[in-house]
């Protein structure tokens, strides 16, 4: 493996004991669930994931969703789900999942010719 | 795919600008090294509610009452999306805050500096968070997603943080005679603390800058000093008021402020724990998360008492 | 008539204000940071309804008061706040319930006021009232949740019943410029007690013990406990040191 920095930045200065690793003694974590939050920005908007929050419940979850991400408006609607019943796809598998609309150029409006005369469609 | 070839495609994605994703492969060290930071600069955002915190109760008007506490506000705002960020690398938050409290993770030492007077409110918005927003703006493309995410949303939320604080500053720099002391005292005695926040000089580093590599950093220290400097040293014309460096001049050669040397001893004596107030900014957090600790518990087992009801009806 | 309604307007924005100013030393110490956070939002609501109430009064008074000049050159005697937001943070569970509390009693004056005759004072208080409305519903759910939580978190929300409980007869009781106006609280008494009761009730929690409790008063007409002075210190302390500056 390559060496480790050393160089320091603000917010970058060595942990106690020059170690550079996190703690390694995980023991099992009393903080409330997690979160992910999803904001309709405005009426008409798709709701769109814009972070996670700690929350004992779902209301909580709400009101914490509110006082976090939308202190300056940005929401008129918020969703909420516990981030361990979102299923996500695979980095791995994103080759087979995804590349395969790569070539069908054909459902892409542009690649049909049509006369200059022919409007609107 | 042996972990070679894995560590080469990485590093490819990197190159190309491509961030990198929470569940995407990752070397070991660079999971580690994004943790470590991001969760240090989590624990410099809340940390540093603290010395502002203090002000809150004695603010000289409601307005300014009101925009300290909302900026305050922001702050714990900001270390939650960057605790929430760190999460995303597999550190619960409970883990690192205990890190926090034991001393294994460390803060910006910035906030181990006492805020003595109201102008410290205006010094500090003005001089150190204008210092951390060059660290920050560089960091909204870091090649971490989450983190840079993270960046982009507190970056937009400070643009009013560091105008307030000198906003603050040009009233008192143009009240009274004792207003004016306040004001230049502040400046003194945060200027070169803020300085500090940008670490060490480059060439006192010979190792290999993976941080650089990987473009979790993309400026030297030295780099971003220098813009800070340049920047300060034109506003505080605006100010009627000096910087306490007798070397800060013009060169017009290298087409940059020249200043004067940082004392190193005191910037490792204040990272070693050795700061005016490095006891008592860690003792107020650890007093704030355990008189916390009934609290938390009681939402959870409410909740948890609630689900039971729920499943049994 | 005008003094009353100064006085009155004062009444509610001491209330707000000194409420926001003891909520507000929980910015950087509460218990997560999501409460934090969440706190805070509250303080900045409650500080914010002082403000526009203090520009009110300061027009009603005219010469050069300023909401700056009400809150800051005032002393204990002139400050008509209810001895209720007065009392100190203590811990998580005092300061919820002397919020919840407090908002419950808000609601129901914010909701009569804003058929008040004077029209200032209606606008200020249907713009209030959704504020008040959330501090209501956020602080009710903690309630609930430490009453019926563990049982440290029962036993302390009890004893901060037991503390804040005397406080509560004074919102009732009209004082002059209340009554001048025609603003008798007592109207508000019997849907506030409603509300908290069945709050309480669901948090486990009972006020049948508290049946003949001696009620303290004053604070609406400028008697108030030790606590205020310590409190207008810190508040009025760059004013008073910085006389007639601008900041």
Known sequence: MQRLIKK????????????????????????WPLWEVFIRSKQGLDHKHVGSLHASDAQMAIENARDVYTRRQEGVSIWVVESKRLTASN??????????????????????????????? | MDSHNLEEQFQHKIDQEIKIEPKDWMPDAYRKTNIRQISQHAH?????????????????????????????????????????????????????IN???????????????????????????????????????????????????AMVRICKEESFHQRQGFESLLVLSKGSEGQRVLCQDAINRWWWPALMMFGPRDHESTNSDMSMKW???????????????DMIAEQIKVLGMTLPDPALRWNAIRNHYDFGEINWNEFWQVVKGNGPCNKERLEARKKAWGQGAWVREAAQAYANKKNTRTKAA | MQQALLDYTLYLSDNSLILGQR???????????????????????????????????????????????????????????????ERPNGDWAQTILRQFLFSCFQRELYTQLTKEKDSTLAAIATKALREVSYHYRWSREWVLRLGDG??????????????????????????DYELALGLDPAMLYTNWLSAVQSTLKEATLSLASFASCFMQTGGKTGIHTEELGFILTDLQYMQRTYPGCDW
């Not at chain 1, 320091?8 to 903080?31: E, F, K, M, V, W």
């Not at chain 1, 087979?96 to 409007?119: I, M, S």
């Not at chain 2, 603290?50 to 506000?73: F, Y």
């Open chain 1, 8 to 31: 320091l930045y603000y917010g970058d200065i060595p942990d106690a004991g020059g170690g550079t690793a996190p703690s390694n003694d995980q023991q099992p974590t009393t903080d």
């Open chain 1, 91 to 121: 980095p791995a598998e994103a080759g087979e999942l995804f590349e395969p609309a790569a070539d069908k150029v054909y459902r892409h409006p542009t690649f049909y010719n049509l006369p200059d005369q022919v409007n609107y469609i």
């Open chain 2, 44 to 96: 410099s955002e809340v940390v540093g509610m603290l010395p502002e915190g203090n002000w809150v109760s004695r603010a000289p008007s409601l307005k300014r009452k009101v925009i300290l506490i909302a900026k305050i506000q922001d702050e714990g705002g900001h270390g939650l999306y960057l605790y929430a960020a760190a999460e995303t690398l597999g550190q619960s938050r409970e883990q690192m």
């Open chain 2, 99 to 149: 890190d926090l409290h034991s001393g294994k993770a460390k803060y910006s030492s910035i906030f181990n500096y006492p805020a003595l007077t109201w102008a410290d409110m205006g010094a500090i918005g003005w001089l150190v968070d204008g210092a951390a927003i060059m660290n920050q703006v560089m960091l909204t493309r870091t090649s971490y997603g989450p983190y840079a995410r």
């Open chain 2, 215 to 229: 473009r979790i950093k993309r400026k030297t220290n030295d780099e971003l000093r220098q813009q800070f400097v």
């Open chain 3, 23 to 85: 909520n507000a030393a929980w910015c950087g110490h509460g218990p997560v940071l999501e409460q934090d956070i969440a706190i805070t939002n509250i303080t900045l609501d409650l500080i914010g309804q002082s403000r526009i109430l203090y520009q009110y009064a300061a027009q009603l008074k005219g010469g050069d008061a300023t909401e700056d000049s009400l809150a800051f050159l005032r002393s204990e005697r002139e400050y008509k706040n209810c001895l209720l937001v």
């Open chain 3, 150 to 175: 563990t049982a440290e978190s029962h036993t302390r929300l009890a004893s901060a019943l037991e503390n804040l409980w005397p406080y509560t007869g004074e919102l009732f009781k009209g004082a």
